[in-house]
């Protein structure tokens, strides 16, 4: 398996998801540069099912079960989100740091 799953690049336009199917030989966008994007976020990627992706971008929590091609934007009312972490008996066990506190997914 030659997947890079994800990486964040800063553009000119703002911050965006990448992916790399060729071992970083080449990078498709995963998710739009935002303009006026201030934080571009945190990122994770399961560590045996690299199709399973969260992200924090812009204060938001989103996931993608499709390598980026789809996301899902989880806690909804919540606009605060800065870090990510995970259980290592359990990735799918996500930990999501927020100014208020910690949610698990």
């Known amino acids: ?5 994800a990486a964040f ?6 911050d965006a998801g990448a992916r790399s199917t060729d071992c970083g030989e080449s990078w498709c966008y995963v998710t739009d540069p935002n303009p006026g994007n201030q934080n571009g976020g945190a990122i994770y ?6 199709n399973r992706v969260w992200i924090v971008r812009n204060g938001k929590l989103y996931y993608s079960s499709t390598s980026g091609s789809s996301w899902t934007r989880l806690y909804t009312g919540v606009d605060h989100f800065t870090d990510l972490a995970y259980d290592k008996n359990n990735p799918l066990t996500i930990y999501a740091a927020a100014k208020d506190g910690v949610y698990k997914t």
């Open 45 to 50: 990627v399961h560590p045996d099912q690299s």
């Open 1 to 5: 398996n030659n997947t890079v799953s």
């Open 9 to 14: 690049c800063h553009l000119d336009s703002g």
